[in-house]
T-cell receptor, first 113, second 113 residues
C-alpha cells in the first residue's frame, strides 16, 4: 500500500518562480526522503529529514516535516527549466526493518522557460 | 566509477516466457531492492535483500523471483505467472543501515508482446 501521497499531482510554473509540493503519510516514521526522477530515468536522492527534525535545507531545496500532521513539503526556490521532473516522497516507517521505503505517487513539475 | 547498473535498458518478451533483469552495484552496499513503476505512478516494492543469501518479499512479489548469491548482484526474474509484466523496473541499493538513502540504477523497460 502507498504510504505517501503527494499533492498536487501536477504543477506547472514559470522559470524563477517557487514550486511547493506536499506529501502526506499515514504511519509513524523514522525519516522521510525526497527523490527526483527525470522522464524514463532512475531516481536521484535529494534530501532526507529525520522524524526529530522540522526543517532542512540543501541549496535551493527546503524541506519541512510536521509529524503531528504526518505531512512534509518540498520547496524549490528560483526554479529553472532543468528542474522539470517528477518528485517523490518516500517514508521509512518505524515498524519496518532496515531501509525499506514506501513511495508516493509523485508530483510532475514542469518549469516553463 | 562507483554506481549501480541495470541491463538491458529495453527488453521485449513474448507471453509465457520467463525473463531475467540484471542489477549490479559496486558501491559495497549490503541492501538491494527491486521496484516496479507503471506509467504516471509511484514505485512499488517487489523484493528486497538486506544481506547476501537472504531476501524478503515486498508488496507485489507474486510472479517474480530473485536471488542474492553475491553482494554485488541481485537479478530479478519475471516469470510467466506475472499477469501484467509490462512496466519500468528499477533496482536500488543502500548501505543497509537504518535511515539511509537508496541509490537507483537507470531502469529496464520491459514490454510483453
Amino acid at each position: 500500500s502507498q504510504q505517501g501521497e503527494e499533492d498536487p499531482q501536477a504543477l506547472s510554473i514559470q522559470e524563477g518562480e517557487n514550486a511547493t509540493m506536499n506529501c502526506s503519510y499515514k504511519t509513524s516514521i523514522n525519516n522521510l526522503q525526497w527523490y527526483r526522477q527525470n522522464s524514463g530515468r532512475g531516481l536521484v536522492h535529494l534530501i532526507l529529514i529525520r522524524s526529530n527534525e522540522r526543517e532542512k535545507h540543501s541549496g535551493r531545496l527546503r524541506v519541512t516535516l510536521d509529524t503531528s500532521k504526518k505531512s512534509s513539503s518540498l520547496l524549490i526556490t528560483a526554479s529553472r527549466a532543468a528542474d522539470t521532473a517528477s518528485y517523490f516522497c518516500a517514508t521509512d516507517a518505524e515498524e519496518t526493518s532496515g531501509s525499506r521505503l514506501t513511495f508516493g505517487e509523485g508530483t510532475q513539475l514542469t518549469v516553463n522557460p | 566509477d562507483g554506481g549501480i547498473t541495470q541491463s538491458p535498458k529495453y527488453l521485449f518478451r513474448k507471453e509465457g516466457q520467463n525473463v531475467t533483469l540484471s542489477c549490479e552495484q559496486n558501491l559495497n552496499h549490503d541492501a538491494m531492492y527491486w521496484y516496479r513503476q507503471d506509467p504516471g505512478q509511484g514505485l512499488r516494492l517487489i523484493y528486497y535483500s538486506q544481506i547476501v543469501n537472504d531476501f524478503q518479499k515486498g508488496d507485489i512479489a507474486e510472479g517474480y523471483s530473485v536471488s542474492r548469491e553475491k553482494k554485488e548482484s541481485f537479478p530479478l526474474t519475471v516469470t510467466s505467472a506475472q499477469k501484467n509484466p509490462t512496466a519500468f523496473y528499477l533496482c536500488a541499493s543502500s548501505t543497509g543501515l537504518y535511515h539511509n538513502e537508496q541509490f537507483f540504477g537507470p531502469g529496464t523497460r520491459l514490454t510483453v508482446l
